[in-house]
């Protein structure tokens, strides 16, 4: 009992945030004297209004409506919500602490599992992030082969429910390795689950339309009648193409085969990691397949590459045409460093990608692959209210996220680390080591 005590007050401990959730927009509100970079349709300078969550109107001059809440941004910048297109947010809170993982399950096959009923919105991660300016992230899972489906959560919520804008949003897969040469007994055994599982791949495609075949016969005599099954039930609008399966692969061998994979059973598929996306951009747009593209600060994939190589394969995919968007790493352990997303971008902008490219990948370009492009992504009339002020551009290291708006929600600002800043600014101050 007391261990079981402990273990519940740690769990609350390192759970619970003191941010408290903005309630629905009441009255109209309107930014003026500002920047209005609306990504799709460039830069105004004047004014945005949003009404019940919604973008009403982006001018240069705009008469405010009755009781409408008047902001005057005195030259700052208004920009959509970035968008983490892939992400273990408030799937995690400390990688050693197993009661805060709720990111994976037991076994390969778990296509049922949807990740929005996981999702903890008192996540002490999520303040954090939405304070660089990502008001929007697809949660996915992140285990076996088939891990399950993601959801596209808004970072501000009292519950899953309410933080939730699209769910399902697609099935993942973790494709297998594709390594061909095996020297050691562990290679080996390795090498022969990669060809068990690529089999079981085959096998689960056939199997769910035979599946959904039974489902939809009219005739419910007992030779055709078939039980309903959650995990097959479950597969049904992937092989009917009505929804998109993320296919997690980064070597070329794995981006050719699943495409061809996807080709063979008529599937909608997008590669996630995509580290040899530069190496395979004719198939990818002959097919196409978008790539989001994860992390583009790291090491070369292998010691031969050019030092720069990830750095630079955005602007690759960009110049040849391949549909794509960045994201730092979606793994659920990674979590933490989705509020490094605009630097991604920007690091991307250092070395080719055009700088209006470069904030299109995490905004309009994420919320286009993710399927989503008609409620956020960009500054547009009729699209939500979901953007933030800063007083400078948001892929410069420098540049502070001032408010945020999630639906026309007034997003609460404070976080733990501007928590801790505060406090030891003031003990440095009594300590009269800092000065002002």
């Known amino acids: 009992m007391k261990k079981l005590l402990i273990s519940f007050l740690l769990t609350v401990s390192i759970s619970a945030n003191e941010q408290i959730p903005a309630p629905p927009q009441k009255n109209p509100i309107l930014l003026k004297n500002g920047y209005i970079h609306t990504v799709s349709k460039g830069t105004i300078e004047g004014s945005i209004l949003f009404e019940k969550g919604k973008i009403t109107r982006i001018a240069k001059y705009i008469t405010p409506p009755k009781d409408c809440e008047i902001i005057d941004l005195n030259g700052k910048h208004v920009y959509p919500g970035m968008i983490a297109a892939v992400s273990g947010l408030g799937l995690i809170e400390i990688n050693a602490v197993a009661v805060t993982n709720d990111h994976s399950e037991r076994g390969d096959f778990n296509p049922n599992v949807r990740t929005n009923v996981a999702f903890n919105p008192d996540s002490e991660i999520i303040p954090t992030t939405r304070s660089n300016g990502i008001l929007i992230a697809n949660i996915i899972p992140n285990s076996g082969l088939v891990s399950g489906q993601s959801s596209v959560m808004m970072l501000d919520g009292w519950t899953w429910e309410n933080a939730t804008l699209s769910s399902p949003s697609g099935l993942h897969i973790i494709w297998p390795n594709m390594n061909s040469i095996a020297k050691n007994d562990y290679e080996k055994n390795r090498l022969k689950t990669a060809k068990e599982h690529l089999n ?197 290291i420098r540049t502070n996220i001032l408010q945020a708006y999630i639906q026309g929600k007034k997003v609460d600002m404070g976080d733990r680390h501007k928590s801790l800043y505060s406090k030891y600014k003031e003990k440095y101050r009594q300590l009269e080591i800092l000065k002002d």
């Open 200 to 396: 079981n791949l085959e096998n689960i495609i056939k199997d769910a339309r035979a599946y959904a075949r039974l489902r939809q016969t009219k005739s419910r005599s007992a030779e055709n009648y078939h039980d309903e099954d959650l995990r097959w039930e479950s597969m049904i609008p992937y092989v009917n193409k009505k929804l998109p399966i993320y296919v997690h692969a980064n070597e070329v061998k794995q981006i050719e085969a699943a495409i061809s994979w996807s080709v063979r059973h008529s599937l909608n598929i997008i590669i996630v990691g995509g580290k040899d996306a530069w190496r395979t951009t004719d198939l990818l747009i002959k097919n196409r397949i978008p790539v989001i593209y994860e992390s583009v600060t790291s090491l070369p994939y292998r010691r031969f590459e050019d030092y720069d190589q990830a750095y630079k394969t955005p602007s690759i995919l960009y110049e040849k045409g391949v549909q794509f968007c960045i994201s730092q790493y979606g793994s659920a352990g990674s979590a933490y460093q989705a509020r490094n997303l605009p630097y991604q971008a920007s690091m991307a902008a250092s070395y080719g990608l055009p700088k209006e490219a470069a904030l299109r990948s995490i905004t309009l370009s994420a919320a286009e692959i993710l399927g989503i492009d008609k409620k956020v992504g960009s500054l547009e009339t009729g699209k939500d209210a979901t953007l933030f002020i800063s007083n400078g551009d948001p892929l410069e």
